[in-house]
C-alpha cells in the first residue's frame, strides 16, 4: 500500500516537472508552467517537487550502483590477476634458475663439511666392530 502512494506520488511530480510549450494565437510559444503561476501555483513548485523525486531516484539507485561497483572491482582485480599470472610464473622460473649455482655450491660445502666428521664416525664404529669380532673370537678359541 505504501508503495501504491509513493508511485502516486511520483506521477504526480513526474506530471508537474512536465513544461510541454503551448502555442498562442500570435504563433508564439511559451511554456505551461507561466500558465500554472497565473493559476495562482506558487513559482518553484515544480523545481521542489523535481529535487524531491531526483532524491528518490538517488537513492533507489544506490544499491544497484554499489553492486556494479563492487562487480566492476572484481572483473579489474580477477583481469589483472589473469594478466599477471604469465609473469609471476615467468619470475619465479628466474629466481629458480638463478639460485640453482647458489644451491648447488651450498650443497657441496654442506658435503665438505660433513665429509671429516663422517670418516670418523666410520673410523669410531669399524674400531667399535674389530673390537667386538676380537672378543667374541677370544671368547670362541680362548
Known sequence: MATEATTTEMHKQEEQLEVPARVEPNGQKRPQQQDAQQAGQPAGVGQVFGGALQQQIAQALQPALKDLQQQM?????????????????????????????????????????????????QKQVDQVLQQEVEAAVSSLFG
Request: no cysteine.
Open 73 to 121: 572491482a572484481q572483473s579489474v582485480q580477477q583481469q589483472m590477476e589473469q594478466e599477471l599470472e604469465p609473469v609471476r610464473q615467468e619470475l619465479h622460473k628466474q629466481v629458480d634458475t638463478a639460485l640453482e649455482p647458489v644451491q648447488e655450491e651450498l650443497h657441496k660445502q654442506i658435503e665438505q663439511a660433513l665429509e671429516p666428521m663422517r670418516q670418523e664416525l
